[in-house]
């Protein structure tokens, strides 16, 4: 099982970065995805999330509504977050999760690594 995100970088407060998650290992359709962030000192939190089911549901923590996009593309298993409009309080290390429920296993996530997003003001 591997979830590799990539697309971080430093870019001026008003940019935009793609974050993408490429996951193999797992049966990517049946997943639900989530990105997270964590800045220094600060607790890890859920940024985005998006369902499994083919009717897609997505989610977003309030301070990046209309900034933030998820999507995924079941063809290339892989997960973006478009990020637009970005502020320094932006900055961040974001780390891309899937998530499974099944009844006799109960919850299983796969973390990926992190990728680093800074932002300048």
């Known amino acids: 099982v591997q979830l590799q995100a990539s697309g971080g970088g430093l870019v001026q407060a008003g940019g935009s970065l793609r974050l993408s998650c490429a996951a193999s290992?797992?049966?990517?359709?049946?997943?639900?995805f989530g990105w997270f962030r964590q800045a220094p000192g600060k607790e890890r939190e859920r940024v985005s999330c998006?369902?499994?089911?083919?009717?897609?549901?997505?989610g977003y923590v309030d301070s990046v509504k209309g900034r933030f996009t998820i999507s995924r593309d079941n063809a290339k298993n892989t997960v973006y977050l478009e990020m637009n409009s970005l502020k320094p309080e932006d900055t961040a290390v974001y780390y891309c999760?899937?998530?499974?429920?099944?009844?006799?296993?109960?919850?299983?996530?796969?973390w990926g690594q992190g990728t680093q997003v800074t932002v300048s003001s």
């Open positions: 999760k899937a998530n499974i429920w099944t009844p006799a296993e109960g919850s299983t996530d796969y």
């Open positions: 290992g797992f049966n990517f359709d049946d997943y639900g």
């Open positions: 998006i369902s499994s089911h083919e009717s897609i549901t997505r």
